[in-house]
């Protein structure tokens, strides 16, 4: 009996002892479980929703938008831990800061202090864009504007418009764009922008917290950081026309998509519009008129070069110091009369190693004027004679060596020709097949000291046989060393270019080789043909270029009647640019600000024009008809506007990707997002 209790007993025991041990081993096992599950969450993205939630602001000290603000710092507080997205560039605080005011993310907070003094009742903004996201997801917050109020009240008006590259239309980026409440002519000049936006990859900007009022605009690359047009080299735009803010109720369509493809539905949404919003500012960087002497290159032995910032007509006079100067030179000026080109005509002044000289020119002085400047000049050969006379020595013995071999060998010995014994050697430059309207052109590496036209032939093929064909043999203004031949090209002809020995002499006596090169002709049937009419530009010369995909002129034309007309036009795809030739130089000309001078307008045809072999393709436009911001296509936009940042929608994908609905919560959010 004692013996069954004491068994009893032990079983019991032992059921208690197995009851703790399975308790024991199945909290460890759901440890595990919840350990694993939650390692395999972390490592895949299925293992559960994502948080697409933007961060948002929870408060704010000074409070956003409250009014008699004497405190330079402020503190931004949000419900997550975010970071802001380059705040040099992307955060912009209004009126400008002199000092550059100290912006960073701490936590769940931005902290930022001004380091100027606040100026009395002055309304501030600190314009983030969309440089703040949250720091796990980088869920963006959106375009985020903070302001306060050093007075009783906030100005809450708001300008906007773009800035575009007055020669090209292309978006400026990056730019700053201001206003005036001071409407006179100098005020650039002297007083900081009043209030300051900068513009986006697509050139926009957004001025705000601006008070009722009349404004003058402008914008600028400012180089030295005082908000003040105080550089030539700075970029600028500025016009005459009168900003005056306002705004109106507005509603606009806010389009939901269920996926890429399918819009869920579109609603109407209402907002204050702030006008004018459609500002556009072309901008320009002025030429640097101002002149001064910035280099001199001798690379080869028989010629130097004088390089300046600026041309001007009347060329440097020089005085030789060690050589006599008169008579000395070749002088070759390139078409801006900034890089001046000196060729010694003397063999012994080729083989002296440095010739001193005076060089007297026109200097641009402290107050902008042109005086007469004389500098002393070195100008060394960049390979010594010393050494020119060993490499030449060299030659002479590796050729000797080869010369004495092929003697021993009874083979032929080729002389020696040095490079003084070379053929001149001119570049004629003629396509195997070539454009109707095109010419051919001849380059020498040399000045020249004779030409023999009569020693020039081009022949016509009529049938099987060859006529001596009409031409013109001319040099190329502005362009050294550089001459054209012009003929009568008929489309599908043939012809012959005939040049004897000697036609061409250089002034150190070597001589030209004969060339000879046939020429076909492109057929009529090869091109197409474009016939442009302009409107609404009555009484104004155009310069029209027809342009290819790389926004390069493939042809030009000038009219006074609206008509341009392109012949000879290559199958291809091609674009439209033409601008107000206002003094008729046949040139894009920029603009001045102390002459009050704007640049020569630029349009682009906002369609592109496919031009087929056999066709003629017609097109009427009116160059003022869409605004400057919308003209130019997008296929031939260089400066591509950034990826806007959004919410990623990752749990539409996860839900879409698993075959599943959306939780009603997150549907919702998505919902939201989207309206965003």
């Known amino acids: 009996m004692q013996q069954n209790n004491h068994q009893q007993q032990a079983n019991r025991a032992g059921g208690r002892l197995s009851s703790r041990l399975l308790a024991v081993l199945s909290v460890g096992f759901i440890v595990c479980s919840l350990i694993l599950g939650s390692c395999a969450k972390m490592g895949q993205p299925d293992g559960g929703w994502y948080d697409e939630r933007p961060p948002e602001v929870v408060g704010a000290t000074p409070a956003d938008k409250a009014i008699n603000v004497k405190s330079r710092k402020i503190v931004i507080n949000f419900n997550e831990y975010i970071k802001i997205d380059n705040p040099t560039e992307n955060v912009v605080v209004s009126p400008p800061q002199i000092e550059m005011p100290e912006i960073k993310g701490a936590g769940k907070r931005i902290i930022v202090e001004l380091k100027d003094s606040l100026k009395p009742n002055t309304t501030y903004t600190v314009d983030f864009s969309d440089a703040i996201t949250d720091n796990n997801e980088g869920n963006p917050l959106g375009n985020y504007t903070y302001s306060f109020s050093t007075g009783e009240q906030i100005d809450t008006m708001e300008v906007s418009g773009y800035v575009l590259e007055a020669s090209d239309l292309e ?45 003058r605009i402008y914008a600028l690359q400012d180089a030295d950081g005082n908000y003040v047009y105080s550089q030539k080299s700075e970029k600028l735009a500025f016009n005459h026309d009168i900003v005056v803010p306002s705004s109106f109720p507005d509603t606009r369509p806010d389009t939901i998509w269920r996926d890429s493809l399918h819009i869920e539905t579109i609603r109407t949404v209402p907002y204050t519009h702030f006008v004018p919003d459609d500002i556009v500012l072309r901008a320009f960087t002025e030429v640097q008129t101002d002149r001064f002497f910035l280099k001199q290159e001798r690379t080869q032995p028989d010629h130097f070069t004088l390089y300046f910032s600026y041309g001007n007509p009347e060329l440097p006079r020089i005085k030789g110091l060690n050589f006599e100067a008169d008579s000395a030179f070749i002088v070759e000026a390139n078409e801006k009369q900034d890089t001046i080109s000196y060729w010694l005509r003397d063999t012994l002044l080729i083989n002296q190693d440095t010739l001193r000289m005076e060089m007297s020119y026109l200097h641009t002085d402290s107050t902008g004027v042109l005086v007469t400047q004389t500098d002393t000049l070195e100008v060394l050969a960049k390979e010594s004679y010393e050494k020119r006379m060993k490499k030449r020595q060299k030659e002479f013995d590796e050729w000797k060596k080869k010369a004495e ?115 076909k002709v492109k057929s009529n049937d090869e091109f197409s043909t474009l016939l442009v009419t302009l409107t609404g530009m009555a009484d104004s010369t155009m310069v029209v270029q027809l342009i290819d995909k790389q926004d390069k002129p493939v042809k030009e034309q000038t009219t006074k009647n609206g008509i341009a007309e392109f012949f000879y036009v290559k199958p291809g795809t091609y674009y439209l640019r033409a601008f107000i030739d206002k003094n008729d130089n046949g040139l894009w000309d920029t603009g001045c600000y102390d002459e009050d001078l704007q640049p020569e307008t630029v349009f682009y045809f906002n369609e592109e024009i496919e031009c087929k072999a056999k066709w003629d393709v017609s097109r009427t436009w009116n160059p003022k008809s869409v605004n400057a911001a919308k003209q130019k296509p997008a296929a031939i936009v260089k400066q591509k506007a950034d990826k806007q940042k959004t919410i990623k929608r990752q749990n539409y994908q996860r839900a879409k990707k698993l075959g599943i609905e959306l939780p009603d919560e997150l549907k919702i959010l998505d919902s939201q997002l989207q309206t965003k």
């Open 171 to 215: 978006p400026v980026k990056g730019i700053l764009v201001g206003l005036y409440d001071n409407l006179t002519d100098t005020i650039f000049r002297s007083q900081p922008l009043l209030r300051v936006s900068r513009t986006d990859s697509r050139g926009r900007f957004v001025i705000k917290g601006i008070a009722p009022g009349n404004y």
């Open 405 to 519: 071999k092929a003697e021993k060998k009874g083979q032929e010995v080729e002389p020696l020709r040095r490079e003084e014994d070379q053929p001149l050697k001119i570049e004629a430059k003629v396509p195997a097949d070539m454009d109707p309207e095109k010419n051919i052109l001849f380059t020498s590496p040399l000045p020249l000291a004779s030409i023999d036209t009569a020693a020039i032939h081009l022949y016509a093929k009529h049938d099987t046989l060859w006529y001596d064909a009409p031409m013109v043999f001319r040099p190329v203004p502005h362009l050294p060393r550089t001459y054209e031949l012009l003929g009568e090209w008929r489309p599908d002809g043939e012809y012959s270019l005939e040049v004897d020995s000697a036609a061409f002499r250089s002034i150190y006596g070597q001589v030209s080789d004969k060339i000879k090169k046939g020429i």
